[in-house]
């Protein structure tokens, strides 16, 4: 699968310490497990001149205080505070300073974020996507994607979970609806 690097990012989902790290509060071994192959797919990417989008999972202590039903914490308890060591990206992902951080307090990355027009502006289409959880933000975002006509693609080796069968449907689930599903090995930017 060749991508023009120009009009390609990589959008690494929610690699964060309390998702990818064994002391964080929501940690899930494939998560940790998706680091190393992430990190040379953005490096691989970078190289080549494709963007690379991060995105945080960032929560306000008080953000679902008032909330009528959207309530994540209600869902998984507290995580990924503003502020905290659980909201960073893990090390082994450094962000470099061309690179673009997205924080959402959503499981999609592009509600009511500003990384719909900052693709746009860049005239960016094709999106790798990678991170975790597969059936959680990874698959909200790459739906999203597709609802707004980029072209996303799931990347199978990239992409933690919490279970394998969680991961097997994201996967099924994005290439029958929205998008395509590709291993790192199977993409070059060119």
């Not at 991508?3 to 998560?31: I, K, W």
């Not at 080549?48 to 960032?58: K, L, M, P, Q």
Request: charged share 25%; with cysteine; glycine share 8%.
């Amino acid at each position: 699968m060749n991508l023009e690097p120009a009009r390609t990012a990589v959008v690494v989902v929610d690699m964060q310490n309390g998702f990818c790290h064994p002391d964080g509060s929501l940690y899930a071994p494939g998560s940790e497990t998706a680091i190393e192959p992430i990190a040379g797919l953005v490096e691989r990417a970078t190289e080549a001149g494709a963007s690379i989008v991060y995105t945080r999972d960032v929560h306000p202590p008080e953000q679902f205080d008032d909330a009528h039903y959207y309530d994540e914490f209600d869902q998984w308890g507290e995580h990924v505070l503003e502020g905290s060591w659980e909201a960073a990206v893990v090390d082994k992902l450094p962000v470099e300073d061309a690179d673009h951080v997205v924080e959402k307090h959503t499981y999609d990355a592009f509600h009511r974020t500003e990384l719909e027009g900052w693709l746009n502006a860049r005239g960016i289409d094709d999106l790798v996507i990678c991170g975790t959880l597969a059936n959680v933000c990874v698959l909200h975002t790459g739906g999203s994607a597709g609802l707004r006509d980029f072209r996303p693609i799931m990347v199978e080796d990239c992409i933690g979970s919490i279970e394998d069968d969680h991961k097997t449907y994201a996967l099924e689930h994005a290439e029958w609806l929205f998008g395509e599903v590709a291993t790192s090995d199977d993409l070059a930017f060119a």
